[in-house]
């Protein structure tokens, strides 16, 4: 008898702990899921950072390390001006008795904590505790030591100009210029100050404060106006010395905006890299307006305005899936980005590409500020589309298409209006081309000419798509036109793009598969062979016909590099997570699983889809495959988890693709709610079988914008075999070609 009582007793034991552990899952909220540290040490390039911010605030800081396997940290810069590129002043805690080394000792980690809203880290050494917590536009440290002796604070530029200096017994002010901009930071302790040390008297650059306490408590502002102005954002933000109460404002504002999506099903694993991925695709764009007054580097002035104004926009990167899945979410915050940039070509002249706080970094190919727009407008965004199309129009006719340039068209992009391509050079014709210094663009490797072209054919049918709104009715055949110059970079015999010189003759010999800077940005002819989204139709006409698209796009998955990881990295490492030729750390690529939709095989979709999300996407520090760029990488992961994904800027649909959770809401601003159900969904159960819409079949692997925006749900019932025959026709594929016309599909 007493056996049975004891097995009984051990099964409700086991009953009742798994009951408690099922409900301590439930009861995690979504920022819980979050951990920074994930993609903290990049397979090939560069780490995520810890970054605790506010989202799209001006404010953001990381523990510096090489990445996160590095169990020492050299400095927290005070603020990050742009992403990855430029930071202001840093600042450590340190203790012990200063020497030479002192200017270069870094903090080693015993253990940390790293939310969203807050760090903090134990030294190995002496016990030393540091914590952070954010506001919009000023920080809050935290130093606890382990005794009264000995204790400092470790205050300096970042590598710019300029002078960090105490002004009183409790206040530190700081100016850095960094690249011709100014910033400037307004300090204060809540310790007296008992010594100071410059590392050079004459220069101020770098200090040590002495604390006679072992807790102290620093914080501070930023400004890109003046250090009064930095004293100001302080204590409008933080005007008391309560380091909780900041603390939980912050996980508020978080709580809130992470809040608009919810998921069941799924792993905790699955769980862990969506809010982590949603909270990463709100580092930026960054409002830099200081409560009524804003310095713009596009004029270098300082303007009174009650708007926002971001800044901070690889928008390469970031149209693709970032903008797209924020103009869901607040339309409102998307209309105040693009109004950013239309004030910043009437600022400076150009339509910026890379809108850095800095300006204008001209990176990267295309003219994408066209993409995005187009799409916003297409999705009932509304803003001052004249302005907008005339800065547009002027990058694309007047300017350079040449990347890492900005400004006035050269002879080479002469070349391109007159001819409909930019050609490329033979490899024994580097130099100077057309009176334009190649070594000073890109150490003399050719001029991309093959990816600049089928990018701005691209943009020029987005631009097309503005003409009429605009009122320039007359423009949009010239667009339309341009749009179909990918073809001139379409060699059909081989069944590639590929390199054309000045007289028009495909360049020989030539490898698909390297090259990477040569023709192409940062991949291959595999990869780019796939770039034009706005035509797709013409696209796989010209491959021979949608079979024969589709076996190729099978191919790219399938095709070997034909020399060693290393040796490929060498040529092109920004080409990471290979699936065969296929790329999953770098932009290009992320639409082209997708495409599967448009080519009647939507299952194959469905199959890539899953299989890259689990794969290149898990919830540890290796678990982003290439660079994350601010968004631009964990926006898809948002998106493609969901279950749906936009491909072509400016037609306002979206691709079903196969949901990683077993339903998916999305809280809209409206009120209304978007729900996605996959109904059986499982690991091996990724295949839709059948689907409905508000209750209504749905045959096809798309929907409207407007299907979202009325909210609703969206039911898929999923099997672990491909039903082959579900969108499949013809007339199911989702829009894309050149004469499509938007307006059909609001």
């Given at each position: 008898m007493k056996k049975y009582l004891l097995a009984a007793s051990a099964i409700l034991f086991l009953s009742m702990s798994a009951i408690a552990q099922q409900k301590k899952v439930s009861s995690l909220s979504p920022l819980d899921y979050v951990d920074p540290t994930i993609g903290g040490s990049g397979i090939v390039l560069q780490p995520?950072?810890?970054?605790?911010?506010?989202?799209?605030?001006?404010?953001?800081?990381?523990?510096?390390?090489?990445?996160?396997?590095?169990?020492?940290?050299?400095?927290f810069p005070l603020c990050v001006v742009s992403h990855r590129t430029e930071y202001a002043f840093s600042f450590l805690p340190l203790k012990g008795k200063p020497d030479d080394s002192f200017w270069s000792k870094r903090f080693t980690i015993a253990s940390e904590k790293s939310t969203p809203?807050?760090?903090?880290a134990e030294e190995e050494d002496n016990g030393t505790v540091l914590e952070f917590t954010t506001s919009a536009k000023s920080g809050f440290f935290q130093a606890t030591f382990s005794g009264d002796e000995n204790n400092y604070l470790r205050i300096g530029l970042n590598g710019g100009s300029g002078v960090v200096e105490q002004q009183d017994k409790r206040v530190?002010?700081?100016?850095?210029?960094i690249s011709g901009f100014k910033a400037y930071f307004y300090a204060e302790a809540n310790q007296d100050i008992s010594k100071i040390i410059y590392q050079n008297d004459s220069e101020k650059k770098h200090l040590l404060a002495k604390f006679d306490s072992k807790a102290v408590k620093f914080k501070y502002a930023i400004s890109y106006i003046s250090i009064e102005h930095a004293k100001a954002n302080l204590y409008t933000e933080i005007p008391d010395w309560d380091f909780n109460l900041v603390k939980e404002k912050a996980k508020?504002?978080?709580?809130?905006?992470?809040?608009?999506?919810?998921?069941?099903?799924?792993?905790?694993?699955?769980k862990r890299t969506f809010y982590t991925s949603f909270y990463r695709t709100y580092e930026r764009m960054v409002d830099i307006n200081e409560y009524g007054q804003y310095y713009s580097a596009y004029d270098h002035k300082i303007h009174q305005s009650k708007e926002p104004f971001f800044v901070d926009n690889w928008i390469w990167d970031m149209y693709i899936a970032d903008e797209p899945l924020h103009t869901i979410l607040d339309p409102k915050k998307e209309t105040q980005k693009i109004n950013s940039y239309i004030t910043m070509y009437q600022q400076s002249g150009w339509m910026p590409a890379f809108a850095l706080a800095t300006g204008d970094w001209p990176a990267m190919t295309g003219n994408h500020a066209a993409s995005w727009m187009a799409d916003a407008w297409s999705k009932g965004l509304r803003f001052d589309v004249k302005t907008a199309y005339e800065g547009l129009k002027k990058n694309s006719l007047q300017g350079t298409l040449l990347p890492w340039r900005n400004g006035p068209a050269t002879a080479i992009d002469s070349f391109y209006n007159t001819h409909g391509y930019l050609y490329s050079t033979h490899p024994e014709e580097r130099g100077s081309k057309d009176g334009v210094d190649m070594d000073k663009w890109w150490e003399g490797r050719g001029n991309e000419g093959v990816s600049i072209t089928l990018e701005w054919s691209i943009c020029d049918w987005e631009i097309a798509q503005l003409a009429t709104p605009a009122g320039y009715p007359q423009d949009k055949a010239l667009f339309l036109k341009r749009a179909g110059n990918y073809a001139n970079v379409y060699?059909?015999?081989?069944?590639?793009?590929?390199?054309?010189?000045?007289?028009?003759?495909?360049?020989?010999?030539?490898?698909?598969?390297?090259?990477?800077?040569?023709?192409?940005?940062?991949?291959?002819?595999?990869?780019?062979?796939?770039?034009?989204?706005?035509?797709?139709?013409?696209?796989?006409?010209k491959m021979g016909g949608r079979p024969k698209a589709e076996a190729k796009l099978d191919q790219l998955f399938r095709e070997d590099l034909s020399l060693p990881?290393?040796?490929?990295?060498?040529?092109?490492p920004d080409a990471s997570g290979l699936v065969g030729q296929f790329v999953m750390g770098n932009e290009p690529s992320y639409h082209i699983p997708y495409l599967y939709n448009y080519l009647g095989a939507p299952w194959k979709t469905q199959k890539r889809i899953r299989m890259l999300m689990d794969t290149w996407y898990p919830d540890n520090v290796f678990g982003i495959p290439g660079d994350e760029d601010g968004g631009g990488t964990t926006s898809l992961v948002v998106l493609s988890m969901m279950g749906f994904f936009p491909v072509t800027p400016g037609i306002p649909v979206y691709n079903i693709g196969s949901p990683s959770f077993n339903q998916t809401s999305i809280k809209l601003p409206s009120g209304k709610t978007f729900t996605i159900k996959a109904v059986n969904n499982s690991k091996t159960n990724v295949y839709i079988q059948k689907a409905t819409l508000n209750g209504k079949i749905l045959d096809k692997p798309w929907f409207k914008h407007t299907d979202l925006l009325n909210g609703g749900t969206l039911v898929l019932q999923m099997g672990d075999r491909p039903n082959k025959a579900w969108g499949a026709r013809v007339q199911?594929?989702?829009p894309s070609a050149i004469d499509v016309d938007p307006s059909n599909y609001k």
């Amino acid at each position: 008898m007493k056996k049975y009582l004891l097995a009984a007793s051990a099964i409700l034991f086991l009953s009742m702990s798994a009951i408690a552990q099922q409900k301590k899952v439930s009861s995690l909220s979504p920022l819980d899921y979050v951990d920074p540290t994930i993609g903290g040490s990049g397979i090939v390039l560069q780490p995520t950072r810890q970054t605790v911010h506010l989202p799209n605030s001006m404010l953001r800081i990381f523990p510096f390390k090489q990445d996160q396997l590095d169990d020492q940290i050299m400095f927290f810069p005070l603020c990050v001006v742009s992403h990855r590129t430029e930071y202001a002043f840093s600042f450590l805690p340190l203790k012990g008795k200063p020497d030479d080394s002192f200017w270069s000792k870094r903090f080693t980690i015993a253990s940390e904590k790293s939310t969203p809203y807050y760090y903090q880290a134990e030294e190995e050494d002496n016990g030393t505790v540091l914590e952070f917590t954010t506001s919009a536009k000023s920080g809050f440290f935290q130093a606890t030591f382990s005794g009264d002796e000995n204790n400092y604070l470790r205050i300096g530029l970042n590598g710019g100009s300029g002078v960090v200096e105490q002004q009183d017994k409790r206040v530190i002010t700081g100016t850095e210029d960094i690249s011709g901009f100014k910033a400037y930071f307004y300090a204060e302790a809540n310790q007296d100050i008992s010594k100071i040390i410059y590392q050079n008297d004459s220069e101020k650059k770098h200090l040590l404060a002495k604390f006679d306490s072992k807790a102290v408590k620093f914080k501070y502002a930023i400004s890109y106006i003046s250090i009064e102005h930095a004293k100001a954002n302080l204590y409008t933000e933080i005007p008391d010395w309560d380091f909780n109460l900041v603390k939980e404002k912050a996980k508020t504002i978080w709580n809130q905006k992470l809040n608009q999506i919810s998921v069941q099903g799924g792993t905790t694993a699955q769980k862990r890299t969506f809010y982590t991925s949603f909270y990463r695709t709100y580092e930026r764009m960054v409002d830099i307006n200081e409560y009524g007054q804003y310095y713009s580097a596009y004029d270098h002035k300082i303007h009174q305005s009650k708007e926002p104004f971001f800044v901070d926009n690889w928008i390469w990167d970031m149209y693709i899936a970032d903008e797209p899945l924020h103009t869901i979410l607040d339309p409102k915050k998307e209309t105040q980005k693009i109004n950013s940039y239309i004030t910043m070509y009437q600022q400076s002249g150009w339509m910026p590409a890379f809108a850095l706080a800095t300006g204008d970094w001209p990176a990267m190919t295309g003219n994408h500020a066209a993409s995005w727009m187009a799409d916003a407008w297409s999705k009932g965004l509304r803003f001052d589309v004249k302005t907008a199309y005339e800065g547009l129009k002027k990058n694309s006719l007047q300017g350079t298409l040449l990347p890492w340039r900005n400004g006035p068209a050269t002879a080479i992009d002469s070349f391109y209006n007159t001819h409909g391509y930019l050609y490329s050079t033979h490899p024994e014709e580097r130099g100077s081309k057309d009176g334009v210094d190649m070594d000073k663009w890109w150490e003399g490797r050719g001029n991309e000419g093959v990816s600049i072209t089928l990018e701005w054919s691209i943009c020029d049918w987005e631009i097309a798509q503005l003409a009429t709104p605009a009122g320039y009715p007359q423009d949009k055949a010239l667009f339309l036109k341009r749009a179909g110059n990918y073809a001139n970079v379409y060699n059909a015999k081989e069944g590639f793009v590929w390199p054309k010189d000045k007289e028009g003759n495909w360049i020989y010999p030539y490898n698909t598969k390297l090259l990477g800077r040569e023709y192409v940005t940062e991949n291959n002819s595999y990869t780019y062979n796939w770039t034009p989204k706005h035509d797709l139709k013409g696209l796989f006409e010209k491959m021979g016909g949608r079979p024969k698209a589709e076996a190729k796009l099978d191919q790219l998955f399938r095709e070997d590099l034909s020399l060693p990881k290393f040796l490929f990295w060498l040529n092109q490492p920004d080409a990471s997570g290979l699936v065969g030729q296929f790329v999953m750390g770098n932009e290009p690529s992320y639409h082209i699983p997708y495409l599967y939709n448009y080519l009647g095989a939507p299952w194959k979709t469905q199959k890539r889809i899953r299989m890259l999300m689990d794969t290149w996407y898990p919830d540890n520090v290796f678990g982003i495959p290439g660079d994350e760029d601010g968004g631009g990488t964990t926006s898809l992961v948002v998106l493609s988890m969901m279950g749906f994904f936009p491909v072509t800027p400016g037609i306002p649909v979206y691709n079903i693709g196969s949901p990683s959770f077993n339903q998916t809401s999305i809280k809209l601003p409206s009120g209304k709610t978007f729900t996605i159900k996959a109904v059986n969904n499982s690991k091996t159960n990724v295949y839709i079988q059948k689907a409905t819409l508000n209750g209504k079949i749905l045959d096809k692997p798309w929907f409207k914008h407007t299907d979202l925006l009325n909210g609703g749900t969206l039911v898929l019932q999923m099997g672990d075999r491909p039903n082959k025959a579900w969108g499949a026709r013809v007339q199911d594929a989702p829009p894309s070609a050149i004469d499509v016309d938007p307006s059909n599909y609001k």
